[in-house]
């Protein structure tokens, strides 16, 4: 009975801490990401309603 405990982790368990300064050197802003994925919804659908029928 006694064998079954519960282990509780460290305070820093799991915490990891990356660097704040890191840049990408490709930089997206977030309204062209939003654009493209518009543009990429509105290519499916227009390919799909283009399907024949048959």
Do not use: T
């Not at 405990?5 to 062209?32: C, D, F, M, T």
């Amino acid at each position: 009975m006694a064998r079954d405990k519960i282990n509780i982790p460290s305070s820093q368990g799991g915490l990891v801490r990356y660097s704040e300064g890191y840049r990408s050197k490709i930089e997206i802003k977030p309204a062209y990401v939003v654009i493209l994925i518009a543009l990429v919804i509105i290519i499916e659908v227009f390919l799909h309603l283009s399907k024949p029928l048959g």
